[in-house]
């Protein structure tokens, strides 16, 4: 009997019917227009090295990183330059951007990929690599993966690296057919971030229900010679989070007694993305993307070039079938909402959806009715009610402001509050309170 190791409390199943249930990707039209941010990751935005009326190729730099949390850019096409715009992020930061028009022959598509042995290469020339074609950690944030290796530098002991398959949300559909269509890729991206980071042992965790997928990536790791191990991992929301993903992995190596030591967790779509730049000398150029909502026609998973704008994905999924209430990218647990239609593709993006009215909870909020089912779920053990209120209040204190600060956003709350109440945007509003 396999053994399952789950987070303590709290948490939820979560399901979602309007979620692309291919089994596979399709391959998205190439846009006539891409518009490449300067910000695909978390720090400081690279600044533009071509300008408006230059010609570039695909997979060429075309912004350069600013320093520490910012991260190389490149054409996804290529073409002309024929505008640069830019606006203000969510976060306040401004986004510049290059708009670039479809011209020319492609360096990539459609040709055959020379690939390059990368045994011989040391650590710090792999590092290199990574920074250079501005690989970022494509499920999170977009921290550079070559300031998650320089993090582990000064460590003592064992690192392990974690390959991060845990698909408790079904918005990570295209992260699962990415793990089947491109598992080879997955696992040698692995063993090479491993050498990179120094990392000794390669931890494989898998949700419950997914060993087979888990076994398979034991089987193609053999051939390196790298010490592997899998484990099984509960499909409760948020499992994969890095707190919930740690409790269950100290969980194991207490149970297991299997030294693991500091953790470097990437999922597979960065691990793809490392095999495709050390292997084949490629940028991040495209991604699969989940699309799909209760307002799409034709929800499927879909390999999009980044910069193509959402609203042309939309279209390729045969539109809306009415006019959609929410728009969103990302799960809708942490999606962040779509004011236009024009935003690009970014290294991040992992979905899309558009909802209707009646799905989108938006219209249905009411008062709190002190249920405490937002408490059950919680899984830093909060009681978002109590928080939520106080957040309202005149009177905000210290400790409610630090309790506050432990909520990592997951979302939880919110979709089990019979009222609709958006607990988890109010905690973290009141985290950024003084008292």
């Not at 949390?69 to 290059?98: E, F, Q, T, Y």
């Not at 390999?303 to 209430?325: N, Q, S, Y």
């Not at 647990?333 to 024009?342: A, P, Q, T, W, Y």
Request: with cysteine; proline share 5%; aromatic share 6%.
């Amino acid at each position: 009997m396999t053994k399952v190791y789950s987070f303590p409390r709290g948490g939820m199943i979560y399901e979602d019917n309007t979620v692309p249930v291919n089994s596979e990707s399709v391959v998205a039209f190439l846009p006539a227009l891409c518009i490449i941010p300067m910000v695909q990751h978390c720090g400081n935005g690279a600044y533009p090295i071509v300008s408006v009326g230059e010609t570039v190729t695909e997979g060429m730099l075309i912004g350069r990183n600013s320093g520490t949390g910012s991260a190389n850019v490149h054409a996804s096409l290529p073409g002309k330059v024929v505008r640069s715009v830019k606006w203000r992020m969510s976060d306040g930061r401004i986004n510049d951007a290059l708009v670039i028009r479809l011209e020319g022959s492609f360096e990539k598509l459609g040709r055959r990929e020379e690939m390059f042995p990368w045994n011989g290469l040391s650590e710090y020339e792999i590092r290199r690599i990574l920074s250079q074609y501005g690989i970022v950690e494509m499920e999170g944030s977009g921290r550079p993966v070559i300031d998650m290796i320089h993090e582990l530098q000064d460590t003592k002991g064992t690192v392990s690296l974690v390959v991060r398959c845990v698909f408790d949300d079904p918005w990570l559909i295209a992260d699962r057919v990415l793990c089947y269509e491109r598992m080879a890729h997955v696992v040698e991206g692995a063993v090479i971030a491993a050498k990179a980071s120094g990392a000794k042992q390669i931890l494989f965790a898998v949700s419950h229900g997914e060993e087979a997928l888990g076994s398979r990536f034991l089987a193609e790791a053999e051939q390196y010679g790298v010490p592997v191990n899998m484990i099984v991992v509960g499909n409760k929301y948020p499992q994969r989070n890095r707190r919930e993903l740690e409790l269950v992995l100290r969980d194991y190596e207490k149970k297991e007694n299997i030294e693991i030591g500091t953790l470097f967790p990437l999922g597979p779509a960065t691990l793809a993305a490392v095999f495709d730049a050390v292997k084949y000398k490629k940028p991040i150029i495209e991604r699969y993307v989940a699309v799909g909502g209760s307002a799409v026609k034709h929800p499927q998973v879909m390999r999009v070039r980044i910069g193509t704008r959402i609203g042309a994905i939309f279209a390729e999924c045969g539109g809306f079938i009415d006019e959609p209430k929410r728009i969103a990218a990302g799960s809708p647990l942490m999606g962040s909402e779509v004011v236009d239609l024009d935003e690009p593709v970014t290294k991040t993006t992992y979905a899309f959806f558009a909802f209707l009215e009646k799905q989108s909870r938006i219209s249905s909020l009411r008062n709190c009715i002190s249920c405490g089912e937002c408490r059950s779920v919680c899984p830093v053990g909060l009681d978002p009610e109590e928080l939520y209120k106080i957040n309202r209040s005149e009177k905000i204190s210290s400790e409610a402001v630090s309790r506050a600060g432990e909520c990592h956003g997951c979302g939880c709350c919110d979709v089990n509050c019979p009222s609709s109440i958006p607990l988890s945007i109010s905690i973290q509003n009141l985290a950024l309170r003084k008292k």
